[in-house]
């Protein structure tokens, strides 16, 4: 799932480094803590946050996507021109198919699956999954996840480790619930958004990507933290947040419970069990992802070789599943040779991901609001909200060349 990428990011760096149990244990804590902070504030917050919510447009939403894809200046390594190419490649990736608002096609060529575009899953499962495989097999040869001897695999629920990471912890939340409060926005933009917000205002930058606690803490607390957001929409105004919240009201509208603003009114008893269900959820979730987790971490035990067969033939049966179409197969391969040369050629990955998700949402909220607002472009700064988001954005484009600057500035000075 693309809202799990930047998880992946720093989760598989510290599984490679032998805390796999350190690892799987902040991802639940940090998940729970973000879930269960989100249904509280969906319980005490829903009908005023609700009603603040209802004044964002798609223009709001494109400022807030754009926001998401400014934070790419600060995912790159050691080079933001490398990771400006990266995050253009994938808005390019993004554009290939049929666009939604004018039915036009682009950058198809007359092939056929080419027309419905390229999926992001083919994508992720390409760049990260075969590529590193290939990684390992051409370059070092190495074990997909080697731990440090004496490491154990079995994880643990690091309570007392959580603390130095509150802050990431409380930052995340906080940018999953508002996030998420916006209907449409989803899991996907929040973690992305919360990922790239902690590595700007973190004291130790560098370490992003490397297995950095704080950035899975920050990522996994946000998508959960986002679930209350997405609910609140549900609630009070019968308008489903995100896919998952469409579902649900599905089955609310299956059992004779109709989602919207008399609800609090004619139905409160089904309100409050649906509050106290989400909190109670947060909290058994805790024992089943330990549960679930104990057998996952049992794959470290794998030798390498049938872990690695095992790994490419279910990449491949994923990609096949997606459209029931071999092309997506050969696409996957694709994606993986090139996540293979990115990785030689010191280019980051994390940006085109983002370009590739991120891309044809900002392109279908700014069409939109070119039809609503008659092609008006002053529209997304005379609107306060757009105009702070993407004011925001620009900060934290421009931010680490000033950085740059006062750190040369300083020497010379001296």
């Not at 607390?221 to 549900?234: D, E, R």
């Amino acid at each position: 799932d693309p809202m799990n990428v930047p998880t992946t990011w720093e989760g598989y760096r510290l599984n490679r480094q032998g805390k796999t149990q350190y690892a799987l244990g902040l991802a639940i804590m940090s998940s729970a803590f973000g879930g269960l902070v989100s249904a509280l504030f969906l319980a005490f917050f829903a009908p005023p946050f609700a009603k603040f919510a209802l004044t964002f447009s798609t223009v709001e939403f494109f400022a807030v996507v754009v926001f998401g894809l400014a934070s790419v200046s600060v995912l790159g390594q050691a080079s933001m021109p490398a990771a400006l190419v990266s995050l253009f490649a994938g808005v390019l990736l993004g554009t290939i198919g049929t666009e939604a608002q004018y039915g036009v096609e682009r950058f198809a060529f007359g092939v056929p699956f080419l027309k419905t575009g390229v999926d992001f899953v083919t994508v992720l499962i390409g760049l990260f999954a075969i590529g590193e495989v290939l990684e390992q097999l051409v370059v070092t040869g190495a074990p997909p996840a080697p731990a440090r001897p004496g490491a154990r695999a079995i994880p643990r629920l690091p309570l007392l480790d959580l603390w130095p990471l509150r802050w990431p912890l409380a930052r995340g939340t906080a940018v999953g619930i508002a996030v998420g409060g916006l209907a449409g926005a989803g899991a996907t933009v929040s973690s992305f958004v919360s990922y790239g917000l902690e590595k700007q205002i973190s004291r130790e930058p560098h370490l992003f990507g490397t297995g950095h606690a704080a950035g899975l803490v920050a990522s996994e607390s946000s998508v959960n933290g986002s679930t209350g957001g997405a609910m609140i929409h549900l609630l009070t105004l019968g308008i489903p947040g995100s896919a998952a919240t469409a579902v649900m009201m599905g089955a609310f509208l299956i059992h004779g419970i109709q989602p919207g603003p008399l609800l609090f009114v004619k139905q409160p008893e089904q309100v409050y069990t649906i509050f106290a269900g989400m909190i109670l959820a947060n909290v058994v979730m805790i024992a089943l992802g330990y549960l679930a987790a104990l057998s996952f971490a049992l794959l470290m035990k794998v030798p390498a070789p049938i872990l690695n067969t095992f790994i490419v033939v279910f990449c491949f049966l994923g990609a096949f599943a997606l459209r029931n179409d071999l092309a997506d197969v050969w696409l996957t391969m694709l994606f993986g040779v090139l996540g293979f040369f990115m990785r030689r050629w010191d280019l980051p990955i994390p940006p085109l991901v983002m370009g590739i998700i991120l891309g044809p949402m900002a392109e279908q909220y700014f069409l939109t609001s070119m039809v609503s607002h008659a092609n008006d472009l002053t529209v997304f700064v005379t609107r306060p909200v757009s105009a702070v988001v993407l004011a925001l954005a620009l900060l934290t484009v421009t931010w680490p060349f000033a950085r740059t600057f006062r750190a040369r500035r300083r020497p010379a000075a001296g």
